[in-house]
């Protein structure tokens, strides 16, 4: 592997790429053509050499993969609010075409078709709507399979990236020997002076629930690094570089989540033999949250996980926390009945009674 110093030269200005560790980008994608495309951009454009850019695609009904094509091959243009300063991130456009191939998801797992030179863009099916963990696994066990790799990045498609993004988050991993896992500093995208998180969360474990840290903050205002280490119980998963060895000896994400308690469940798997790490300098612009910032309510799928994974996660980490979890479902279940939230009120009702 590379030292800090040969990676600071060889990012700096250095044709060849053979010296550098190979990282795959893992976007996942659910009918989220326009979101991808523009984070693709911003991706195709960063300044690290030696990476391959996968998006698992979890059963777009509207075409996706179809346009996420039609984008490489130049036939496509990105889609960017010339309004939002962060346009620049992602045009003007990339040079095209990009050369892809497209798998499915038994193809992709057996590692792709060695007999070819892999194109930059390697676009899978995974064949259903299988979630976040499972659909980035699906990825990840492509990287797995072909094995020429040291590190993958999950990264969220509703992102844009700072060109530097990978570069210094590959250049703290190698400086922390026992890292494994290494978060970026997210900025949220419709308001790129406040913070959404610096590297990931604290989790509470009566709580059931993570917060954030510096969340809200200005990016003038994010906490000191070894301040933000010291918190760090988890990296969030809109941007979450791991090396091989993690992947090895942790494996991949817990599936039974579908959404949410993910990161945290690696994270927690992984704490006897790797440490979670964070740069500051790695930036990324993340739209969750931006756009639906004033409403009043999520939806109900997304509150349906967030309550479930609470139990999911407790009984297996925390099961003598699982007393004040179930108090606060409870007391979840009153607030939706005062507002006269039926749907709500009966989706409780029914994890309680279920216990799962």
């Known amino acids: 592997m590379a030292s800090d110093g040969a990676l600071q030269d060889s990012v700096q200005g250095v044709n060849e790429t053979a010296h550098l560790p190979k990282a795959y980008i893992v976007i996942l994608n659910w009918n989220g053509w326009k979101d991808t495309i523009e984070c693709l951009e911003s991706v195709f454009r960063n300044n690290y050499p030696n990476f391959r850019v996968i998006v698992c695609d979890n059963d777009s009904t509207n075409g996706s993969v179809e346009r996420i094509q039609d984008w490489a091959d130049g036939n496509l243009q990105v889609q960017v609010d010339i309004k939002n300063p962060l346009y620049t991130r992602s045009f003007p456009p990339v040079e095209k075409p990009i050369r892809w191939v497209e798998y499915n998801r038994e193809q992709a797992e057996a590692g792709g078709d060695r007999e070819i030179g892999e194109p930059p863009l390697v676009l899978i099916r ?143 798997r992984a704490k006897t033999n790797f440490s979670l790490t964070y740069t500051e300098k790695s930036i990324v612009y993340h739209k969750h949250g931006g756009s639906t910032r004033g409403q009043n309510e999520i939806g109900i799928i997304p509150e349906y996980y967030g309550m479930r994974n609470r139990l999911v996660f407790t009984r297996k980490f925390y099961p003598y926390a699982l007393p004040a979890i179930y108090a606060g479902l409870a007391f979840a279940c009153l607030m939706r009945l005062k507002k006269g939230r039926m749907d709500r009120v009966r989706m409780i009702l029914k994890l309680l009674a279920l216990g799962k």
């Not at 969360?201 to 906490?223: A, D, P, Q």
């Not at 090396?243 to 039974?256: A, T």
């Open 126 to 268: 995974t064949g259903g709507n299988l979630g976040f963990a499972a659909g980035n696994n699906v990825g990840l066990r492509y990287a797995l399979a072909r094995n020429d790799f040291e590190y993958a990045w999950l990264l969220n498609n509703d992102t844009v990236i700072d060109a530097s993004a990978l570069t210094e988050m590959i250049r703290q991993m190698i400086a922390e020997p026992k890292s494994g896992m290494c978060g970026s500093l997210l900025l949220y995208y419709h308001e790129p002076e406040k913070v959404q998180t610096a590297g990931g969360g604290r989790y509470y474990k009566l709580l059931g629930g993570g917060r954030h840290i510096s969340e809200g903050n200005c990016v003038s205002e994010i906490l000191d690094r070894n301040k933000v280490l010291n918190r760090l119980d988890y990296i969030i998963g809109a941007s979450m570089l791991v090396h091989k060895p993690f992947l090895q000896h942790v494996g991949l994400m817990c599936e039974d989540y579908f959404l949410y308690f993910e990161e945290i469940d690696w994270a927690l």
